[in-house]
């Protein structure tokens, strides 16, 4: 089982999803949050069962749909660590920049 590191900015958009549907419905704002931290944990079980992002291929990140966002993530083999990197809404066209961090880092070196 990988360990996992979570972004600042994974962290930030889950919150972002939270407050979103929360607006509307606490109790269902809660389920997605937990249905998406369920996702990780499969993810640190098994890291490859993720597929490359459609849009960007040359970039070594994976992601995984749960419901209508797309948790993105960095599977390195030396370190058994997945690092989450963001978590985006599925009808979003993913760019370079929604993987960055505000220093210009992808994740947790």
Not at 18 to 23: E, L, R, V
Request: hydrophobic share 40%; with cysteine; charged share 25%.
């Amino acid at each position: 089982m990988a360990r996992l590191s979570w972004s600042d900015k994974a962290i930030r958009d889950l919150e972002a999803i939270y407050d979103f549907i929360a607006a509307d419905s606490p109790f269902y704002a809660k389920i997605q949050v937990e249905r998406v931290v369920a996702v990780t944990e499969r993810i640190s079980m098994y890291p490859e069962s993720g597929r490359s992002i459609p849009e960007l291929p040359h970039l070594p990140h994976q992601e995984l749909i749960c419901g209508s966002y797309r948790v993105v993530y960095r599977h390195e083999t030396e370190s058994e660590t997945v690092f989450i990197v963001s978590v985006v809404h599925a009808a979003r066209l993913m760019k370079d920049e929604l993987l960055q961090q505000p220093d210009g880092q992808d994740g947790p070196s």
